[in-house]
């Protein structure tokens, strides 16, 4: 690193000033423009739709604005010939010099040496100078100068991996206290990282990495530089970032708009399948079994066996003047046809309907001719009675064309042969289906041949009965908003299912709720269910519910203008109101806009959405079956799977990539596979007894290595197992006390907005050590619902994955390994959450692959390097301290803050 004078900040401090200066101009004329767009009023549809296009334009550029106002400008490139460029947020061009850039998008080629140049493949690079700012101060300035030949600041010799750039800025970030919420790390990119980012790859990437490797940042930093690549193809399409739990969504919002970037949906595998909300946990043996590819072979063969055929011979129907017999081999024929059309279940079944009415009306149309010939000759001859035979084929031809499809119609509509069809080929719903799968044994047994017995009674599950979902309220509003009212007209005018399909679709308004298994849906059915609607085709009650409900409320507004426009001259006949010459449906029809709703409201309301590119995290978590709904919604195959196999806690999780992608073949290009090896969360002292654990894993995996140490051991405390809780929160009372910004042991520790505090505990246990935790820290949150920004969080292991916090404490790591068959990963992701600080409090002898944890009462802080005043100050970690997380007692003031020695 170069010295840096105060004229070099003054210089650069003038530079940055007139980008922020264009900036608000760009702001400016781009509200100018927004304002005057939304003034115009189009009545013609395309107009309206250039308007609605235009605003939505405006809107993005100013969010970009927005997102570029903290750190506009954080880089410089000198190059050996002179040129010199300025990188950032986004791209900002002198128009008054032939649109020459003042500032480069990091995202665009010009961009990339600032992360790519390293001392051995310096790209033409003079001088990189990272350029921190706050606010619009330029607060500080760093040089890597490279020589021709030189070797990148920071690099021993002889090392090859991670040369890292930009050490000052990287390790200000890194060693910065956590507030909940993830950063970009646009302005400190590794060359490994970037690498990823850019990669051109077309098909799957697969990029694995160890703990706190910069995967998830990675993953959105990709995102970020596709959309920026790919604008006009992928903001259409969207891109789908899939997350493993509602908080880890939570924790990394704020990334991509800080980016400029607002198309990404987020989203959980079960959210991707609109409609059903998970109410429940699944047992981890059920889990694993529902995540099995093998299921999706029981979901089809559970709708082929609602394909069914009459039990005996013939099917008696009874309707009210008839009866009529259906043959087995009638059924048996429209089925075969059905099948063959290559339809799905629901669309299909109006082939199967059409041939067996088809059937019934010949067979109706011969009853009429037999009657008639049969009356005509007893008529003529009584005595011949006997001699009649049953009346041939021939007699249709007493039936003309009208007469027959009149036949057919009425044979529809009649309900006897309605519940015939029902039985023989239902339409289904994807929660009926599988709902009843489960419920029935005998239907479980029939789709599942495969599955031994015991695995049939995991899946068995009886209906929910009596027990309101609170995801029907829309079937409820259908069906009172289409019930016909007092005038004889039916609600809204939007049509009641089966209005135009006849008997092929029951009217709502017999509908039941919807059934479901007794406690509701669990992760484990999501992708079952949408197996199942795979095979069902689209039942789209829930959307045209979604478009009733709407038109309802447009309907009702449009009321409420009238009558405000007739309110005080309600009484004069002789004055023409506006309600003489338009009522509230036919103003609320003039008003309908376009589609107004973003890429990502429109694809979350779509089952059947497919993305443009889809970013997987904690991609180590989806199971089998999970992989084919969201393979589903990706046919391109362009997407960024990030994970770690060892880090896998889901029993239906995976521990092998090639596993995972075998069943996909590429599409276009093969999968690649990337690997990120450096670890900037973990610190090595932490990392040292994790990778004790991680050895223990099959099959064996390489620790990351961690780019720094905090010169703090990682610390043990057995306690009673009865005063667990106490004990818990006494450490969290007392890390409270040290968690601070600054160095560890700083006076400014406190913990007020110093940081955040995490307790890992069993799953078993979140109830009981959180009530631990808030006798001491009211204000401790809990769970999957847990505000990630409270100082104190209690939270399980799955629900902590993806996140980190300054200080750890973890509670019970006996149970933790024995509570789940994955124990042992468990516990290595809890491990490497902390940023800084790491306790275990234990109830029995500690585990040996937790051994190297220092006994609570032993010095927390290592012995200062020769010549450094800061004893305990962070750094980078270097080769030659082979003993990082056992190094001997020092002493240090802030031994005594070890709780409970
Ligand atoms: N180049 C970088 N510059 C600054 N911070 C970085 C960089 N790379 C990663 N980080 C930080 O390191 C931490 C870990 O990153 P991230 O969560 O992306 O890792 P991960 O590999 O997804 O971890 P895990 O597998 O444990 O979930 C985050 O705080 C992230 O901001």
Known sequence: MAGLSIEDIGSEQAYVSALYDRLDELRRRTTTRLRGVLRQHESLPRARFERDAASADCAATLARIRAAENGL??????????????????????????????????????????????????????????????????????DDVFETGSRAPGAAPGSTPAELVGEPALFATLN??????????????????????????????????GPGTGKTAVALHRAAYLLYTHRDRLARSGVLVVGPHQAFLRYIENVLPSLGETSVVSATVEVLYPGVTVRRAEEPAVAELKGRAGLADVIAAAVRDRQRLPVGQTFEIHTEERLLLLERSTCARARALARESGELHNDARAIFVRAVID??????????????????????????????????????????????????????????????????????????????????????????????????????????????????????????????????????????????????????????????????????????????????????QAARAAALRERVARVAYA?????????????????????????????????????????????????????????????????????????????????????????TSDPAGTTSWERVLAPYPAVGAPARRETLTVNYRTPAEIMAVAADVLATLRPPQQPPRSVREVGERPWRLRVDAADLGAQVGQAVLA??????????????????????????????????????????????????????????????????????????????????????????????????RSTRTLGVLHTADVPPMLARLSPADAPRTRPAPPGDASAAAPGPTTDSDPAAGTAPASTSPTASSAPGT
Do not use: N
């Open 559 to 647: 009321q409420g203008v009238l009558d405000i426009l007739s309110r005080d001259i309600e009484d004069d006949p002789e004055i023409m109101m506006a309600t003489d010459l338009i009522d509230a449906t036919r103003l609320a029809d003039r008003h309908e806009d376009a589609d107004l709703r973003t890429v990502a409201e429109r694809a979350l309301a779509d089952r059947t959405w497919t993305f443009g590119h889809v970013v997987v995290d904690e991609a180590q978590e989806l199971s089998e079956m999970a992989w084919r709904m969201v393979m589903r919604r990706c046919p391109t195959r362009s997407m960024t799977i990030v994970g770690d196999v060892a880090q």
């Open 176 to 209: 910065a206290a956590r507030t909940g919420r993830m950063s970009d790390i646009v302005a400190t990119i590794q060359t490994e990282q970037d690498r990823i980012i850019r990669s051109d790859h077309r098909g799957v990437l697969v990029v694995q990495g």
């Open 73 to 142: 400008c954080f880089g410089r490139l000198d190059f050996d010939d002179g040129e010199r460029r300025y990188i950032g947020r986004l791209g900002i061009f002198d128009e008054a010099a032939d649109y020459e850039p003042l500032l480069i998008d990091w995202r665009t080629p010009a961009a990339r040496p600032f992360y790519a140049a390293t001392g051995a493949v310096r790209l033409g690079v003079r001088r990189r100078r990272h350029i921190a700012t706050r606010r619009r101060d330029v607060t500080g300035l760093e």
């Open 359 to 540: 059937a019934l009306a010949r067979q109706v149309a011969d009853g009429y001719a037999a009657e008639t010939i049969t009356a005509q000759v007893l008529e003529a001859d009584p005595a011949a009675f006997d001699l009649l035979a049953p009346a041939g084929s021939g007699g249709t031809s007493l039936l003309d064309d009208d007469d027959l499809a009149q036949l057919r119609q009425e044979l529809r509509a009649d309900p006897a042969v309605q519940a015939a069809l029902a039985e023989l080929w239902p339409i289904l719903s994807p929660d009926q289906l599988v709902a009843e799968l489960y419920a029935d044994p005998g239907t479980l047994a029939a789709a599942a041949p495969r599955l031994t017995a015991a695995e049939r009674r995991l899946l068995h599950r009886p209906l929910a009965e009596d027990d309101p979902d609170p995801d029907d309220d829309w079937l409820r509003e259908l069906r009172a908003a289409t019930a016909p009212t007092a005038a004889g007209d039916t609600g809204a005018g939007v049509g009641a299912a089966g209005e135009t399909a006849g008997a092929d679709a029951p009217a709502p308004d017999g509908a039941r709720p919807r059934p479901r298994p007794m406690g509701g849906w669990t992760a484990a059915d999501i992708p079952l269910l949408d197996e199942a609607a795979e095979l069902l085709g689209d039942d789209d």
């Open 735 to 832: 890390e409270l006390a040290r968690l601070a910004p600054g160095p560890v042991g700083s006076p400014t520790a406190g913990g007020s907005g110093g940081g955040r505090l995490a307790v890992l505990v069993p799953a078993g246990r979140i109830a009981e050590l959180t009530a631990a935790v808030r006798a001491v820290v009211p204000t401790a949150e809990s769970g999957p619902g847990a505000a990630l920004t409270a100082t104190v969080v209690v939270l399980g292991v799955r629900e902590a994955k993806g996140l980190e916090f300054d200080t750890v404490l973890i509670a019970d790591p006996d149970t933790l390994l024995t509570e789940s068959a994955r124990g042992a990963h468990d516990l290595y992701v809890a491990l490497t």
